[in-house]
């Protein structure tokens, strides 16, 4: 399974959405607002999730913005702090 | 220092609504209840849960609004929704709305949820949603928030005085003046927790059937659900009775039930049997209901609900043996006694509406 595919079970799952699959989900959807609807607890929800599932951490506020914006931008930050390990 | 019982919101094993309650004393319905199988250090225990149906809710909020919520407060926030629509309530004033719930147990599931989440990951990574579950005032703050109500906002938890709690609340709120109605509801949710702690009282020794008159023996089968009662002030026509009393003290049997007709809240704990004894002994027409509804801390929350019933429509159920249907006065009274591990009772009374020519504010 893709880290992408992965993510959007995962966030399916933790953050409890209904009425959606992962196949529902495009790469590129912004996760918050217009596009999948999440809010500021989910955001928290994802925060953790980060950290529960890759050990990541995310403090610093302005790039979490960018880092949270799309299932794609996720997975990139996920692969690049792996590499970074 | 009366109100009036205006609606009546019910969800358990019997089904949603009022009418599932109905359906459940005249025995049209038999309430759902499942096996599940434990693995205590007494070998694999079956235990039987009642199931509360939680099916509905979609119809006052959307399911996406529903995601964070827990089942006990799905549950409370649908008896609600049903409590309010039975009595007719058009919210208009919301800031003279009252809402106080009740829970033995509180939301057992997320509590326990969030404490699993904080154990296997640390407090840094707990989860935020069940941590705002987890505090027993969550039920009546996702009920204050989905139904925009804004006055007095309230859970009490109190074990098996919960009922009782929750409508001495009420009732000093609508005595008071500080509100015109208020949703007093209360429950208990079935969770793997509690299933596990039965499986492991039990040790086997319950027989798995609900029969609350057999003082002598452990039937008790948990159960879940919740119950909503819509009230206003006074003796209000299309009521279904009023609340008179809700007191909680020592119990003595002669002189604490004025009434012919007593509940009790007998739910197959042998811990409580004995105090319910000496009712049986009393020469009153004795009912209990947990059969229908299971057991749990808040249960008798249900017979102020089949005790508001059997006044409106003037039919009283009898459910042991074979069940049988007697006739009560439209101006009778019941008095619905339950008691505590501890000895403690309540006693909530309802009376049936005065006529109109005779009634009193």
Redesign the interface.
């Known amino acids: 399974m893709s880290l992408e595919n992965e993510l959007k079970s995962l966030i399916i799952a933790e ?5 959606i699959k992962a196949e529902d989900i495009n790469d590129d959807q912004p996760l918050f607002g217009e596009g999948l ?1 999440l809010d500021s ?1 989910d955001a ?2 994802l925060v ?1 999730l980060l ?2 599932h890759y050990k990541i951490e995310t403090k610093d506020l302005e790039q979490s913005k960018e880092v949270f914006a799309s299932v794609r931008s996720l997975a990139n930050y996920i692969r690049a702090q792996q590499d970074r390990k | 220092m009366s109100c009036a019982i205006l609606g009546i919101g019910s969800v358990s094993a019997l089904g949603c609504g009022v009418e599932s309650l109905k359906a459940g004393l005249a025995g049209s319905v038999a309430p759902l209840i499942e096996t599940h199988k434990y693995d205590t250090v007494f070998g694999e225990t079956a235990v039987n849960a009642y199931t509360a149906s939680i099916n509905g809710l979609e119809r006052f909020l959307p ?2 609004a ?3 919520m827990d089942r006990l407060s799905q549950m409370s926030l649908l008896a609600s929704f049903l409590a309010i629509e039975d009595g007719g309530l058009v919210l208009e004033d919301r800031a003279r709305i009252g809402i106080v719930f009740g829970s033995g147990y509180g939301p057992m599931q997320t509590t326990f949820g969030f404490l699993d989440s904080l154990i296997d ?1 640390g407090d ?6 069940l941590f ?1 579950n987890s505090v027993h005032n969550a039920l009546a703050a996702q009920a204050t928030i989905a139904l925009k109500i804004n006055g007095p906002c309230l859970t009490v938890t109190s074990f098996e005085q919960t009922a009782h709690s929750v409508l001495a609340t009420a009732m000093g709120w609508l005595h008071g003046g500080q509100v015109d109605y208020v949703l007093a509801g209360m429950g208990d949710e079935f969770c793997p927790l509690r299933g596990y702690s039965t499986a492991a009282l039990n040790r086997g020794g319950c027989s798995g059937v609900m029969r609350p008159l057999s003082l002598d023996r452990c039937s008790h089968v948990p159960g879940e659900g919740f119950i909503t009662f819509l009230l206003g002030k006074g003796d209000v026509d299309g009521s279904y009775c009023r609340l008179t009393a809700a007191t909680v003290g020592r119990f003595d049997a002669a002189a604490d039930l004025p009434h012919e007709q007593v509940f009790i809240a007998a739910n197959g704990i042998r811990e409580t049997a004995e105090y319910y004894r000496p009712i049986l002994s009393l020469k009153k027409s004795v009912v209990a209901y947990a059969s229908l509804y299971g057991g749990m801390p808040a249960g008798n929350g249900f017979d102020v609900a089949f005790a508001a019933l059997s006044l409106r429509d003037g039919i009283v159920y009898r459910l042991e043996d074979e069940r049988t249907a007697t006739p009560i006065a439209a101006d009778a009274g019941i008095d619905c006694v339950g008691f505590g591990v501890g000895g403690s009772c309540s006693i909530i009374t309802l009376e049936g509406r005065r006529p109109v020519s005779g009634s009193k504010q």
């Open positions: 953050l409890k959405l209904v009425d609807g607890l928290v929800e953790v950290q529960r | 399911r996406n529903l995601r964070r990951h840094k990574l707990a989860s935020p949603t705002a």
